[in-house]
């Protein structure tokens, strides 16, 4: 995939959603299952599952992100006492990047490495009364775009989850 693309949520959180590069082109879909459960697969445009992403258990606030093999590869989990909205996402093998947002702002910086370089970034396009729609910057090859997809839709789910608890689930 490209390093630029554009995902979306819908309005019932079910069903494919098209993935979508700089020049507004399908270049796969997002499948965002039922709008029962928040697990989503990422497919190629051959119609390839490249990737899945879901809440480790119905309870959990972990979301975890599994390979076209279905091998867990990573864990995404929102860091409560922050003054920023703050992720961190943990690979397999022990390597954290961290996910950050000022507190209004619907642009998020994803830092790993010693130096905390920025390795990618995603902005919240959509507007007020429509449903979640994501532009996506990957700025390194350590992590794949299916991957990066799965990531800021955990982001966008553990969100939603927050948000219906806040207000009582209603």
């Known amino acids: 995939m490209e390093n630029k693309i554009y995902i979306e949520d819908n309005f019932f959180s079910a069903g494919r959603t098209a993935i979508r590069n700089y020049h507004n082109e399908k270049i796969g879909d997002l499948d965002l299952k039922t709008a029962f459960s928040s697990s989503i697969n990422v ?62 702002s619907k642009t998020f910086t994803m830092t790993g490495g010693q130096e905390r370089e920025i390795v990618a970034s995603f902005t919240r396009v959509s507007s007020f009364f429509s449903s979640p729609a994501y532009e996506l910057i990957n700025h390194t090859d350590r992590l794949s775009m299916e991957e990066f997809i799965v990531v800021v839709m955990g982001v966008n789910a553990i969100e939603k989850s927050q948000a219906a608890a806040s207000s009582g689930g209603s």
């Not at 922050?82 to 996910?99: D, M, P």
């Open 43 to 104: 497919y190629d445009s051959q119609g390839t599952r490249l990737a899945e992403g879901k809440f480790k258990s119905s309870f959990s606030s972990q979301w975890v992100v599994i390979d076209a093999t279905a091998e867990i590869i990573g864990t995404l989990k929102a860091n409560w006492f922050s003054f920023k909205k703050k992720y961190t996402y943990t690979l397999k093998n022990g390597h954290e990047y961290t996910i950050t947002s000022p507190v209004f």
